[in-house]
């Protein structure tokens, strides 16, 4: 590994050869260059790492260090076990199956390098979603999507209602882990975003917009190695996300007391019965303009059936009036 180098990259992978390749052609293509690589095999084949990092260049070679771990802990705490094997000033995490713009490290390192950005510990970058689909072990492509198009900036309010960042999109200092601690290795799914909130609860975090600098690859169709957690472990996402929400809670309880949180409940669940009221209003009302709409119909067909009959009728009438003008 290089010594001294100013960015430590975690890359998680586990049984995924064909994207931990693209990875790492993905990470040496950077314009930055002032980087080590920690890859993390958390349970999987050593033999699939050891042959994609041997046949790298020998000076690339020299700033991997790979960490096996013969039984997966997880994706949290092999997120820190890559973060401890390194030693650079800023982390980011690469997993195997995402990707950056050739550009993403300059960027983000500039940013924070900035002596105008001294007070912000980390910066997130504009996303896009990928969608693949691995096919005869070749990744294929089939559409994209900004992820948040909607963002303009990364606030702790945004963040506690869902999670708006993804690992890959994110550059932070190695200082944040002495103020927020590690991620948590309790969670076997969210950590990320449970991480986010404790760094925004903690400092603020910029946003680089513009061109998408960061791609999450997601994968709905696949399943096993190849399969994303997100589509995979749907049901366990909500109940840690709900869990998360719960243990922060009771913290902010503790130090503050219910009285608070009573008051706002109250109010938050007379606004949902607001909302549900004025649903059910809303669908009385399509209900009955359904009905008038169908007898509206119904009439134009009358209409139009009595119209019929009334020229079908006209004609010999009229035929008869020509016939008795001549007579």
């Given at each position: 590994?290089?010594?001294?180098?100013?960015?430590?990259?975690?890359?998680?992978?586990?049984?995924?050869?064909?994207?931990?390749?693209?990875?790492?052609?993905?990470?040496?293509?950077?314009?930055?260059?002032?980087?080590?690589?920690?890859?993390?095999?958390?349970?999987?084949?050593?033999?699939?790492?050891?042959?994609?990092?041997?046949?790298?260049?020998?000076?690339d070679?020299?700033?991997?260090?790979?960490?096996h771990?013969?039984?997966?802990?997880?994706?949290e705490?092999?997120?820190?076990?890559?973060?401890?094997?390194?030693?650079?000033?800023?982390?980011?995490?690469?997993?195997?199956?995402?990707?950056?713009?050739?550009?993403?490290?300059?960027?983000t390192?500039?940013?924070?390098?900035?002596?105008?950005?001294a007070?912000?510990?980390?910066?997130?970058?504009?996303?896009?979603?990928?969608?693949?689909?691995?096919?005869?072990?070749?990744?294929?492509?089939?559409?994209?999507?900004?992820?948040?198009?909607?963002?303009?900036?990364?606030?702790?309010?945004?963040?506690?209602?869902?999670?708006?960042?993804?690992?890959?999109?994110f550059?932070?200092?190695?200082?944040?882990?002495?103020?927020?601690?590690?991620?948590?290795?309790?969670?076997?799914?969210?950590?990320?975003?449970?991480?986010?909130?404790?760094?925004?609860?903690?400092?603020?975090?910029?946003?680089?917009?513009?061109e998408?600098?960061?791609f999450?690859?997601?994968?709905?169709?696949?399943?096993?190695?190849d399969?994303?957690?997100?589509?995979?472990?749907?049901?366990?996402?909500?109940?840690?996300?709900?869990?998360?929400?719960?243990?922060?809670?009771?913290?902010?309880?503790?130090?503050?007391?219910?009285?608070?949180?009573?008051?706002?409940?109250?109010?938050?669940?007379?606004?949902?019965?607001?909302?549900?009221?004025?649903?059910?209003r809303?669908?009385?009302s399509?209900?009955?303009?359904?009905?008038?709409?169908?007898?509206?119909?119904?009439?134009?067909?009358?209409?139009?059936?009595?119209?019929?009959?009334?020229?079908?009728?006209?004609?010999?009438?009229?035929?008869a009036?020509?016939?008795?003008?001549?007579?």
């Open positions: 590994m290089t010594s001294g180098a100013r960015v430590t990259i975690v890359t998680r992978t586990k049984n995924r050869p064909v994207f931990l390749a693209r990875a790492l052609d993905d990470i040496f293509a950077q314009t930055f260059q002032d980087f080590e690589l920690v890859i993390v095999n958390d349970g999987g084949d050593p033999a699939d790492v050891e042959r994609l990092t041997s046949q790298r260049p020998d000076a070679r020299a700033r991997i260090t790979t960490l771990h013969l039984e997966s802990v997880g994706m705490a092999a997120s820190n076990a890559g973060i401890k094997a390194g030693s650079g000033t800023f982390i980011v995490i690469h997993d195997d199956d995402d990707f950056w713009a050739p550009d993403f490290l300059e960027r390192v500039a940013y924070l390098d900035d002596p105008a950005h007070e912000e510990t980390g910066v997130m970058v504009r996303t896009e979603i990928v969608i693949e689909e691995v096919v005869e072990d070749r990744i294929q492509p089939i559409r994209r999507e900004i992820f948040w198009a909607d963002m303009r900036q990364i606030t702790l309010a945004d963040m506690l209602k869902i999670n708006r960042a993804v690992p890959i999109s550059l932070y200092r190695r200082s944040l882990h002495d103020a927020v601690g590690y991620y948590n290795e309790d969670l076997p799914v969210v950590g990320d975003w449970e991480f986010h909130l404790r760094v925004l609860s903690h400092s603020r975090v910029g946003f680089l917009d513009g998408p600098l960061a999450w690859s997601q994968r709905p169709e696949s399943e096993g190695h399969g994303n957690s997100i589509f995979a472990k749907a049901a366990e996402h909500a109940r840690y996300d709900a869990l998360v929400r719960d243990e922060h809670l009771r913290g902010g309880v503790a130090q503050t007391g219910l009285g608070s949180v009573l008051y706002l409940t109250r109010i938050l669940a007379e606004q949902e019965e607001l909302i549900v009221a004025q649903q059910r809303l669908d009385e399509a209900a009955k303009l359904d009905h008038i709409l169908e007898r509206l119909e119904a009439l134009n067909q009358t209409v139009v059936v009595r119209t019929s009959v009334g020229e079908f009728l006209k004609k010999p009438m009229k035929l009036k020509k016939l008795g003008g001549r007579a």
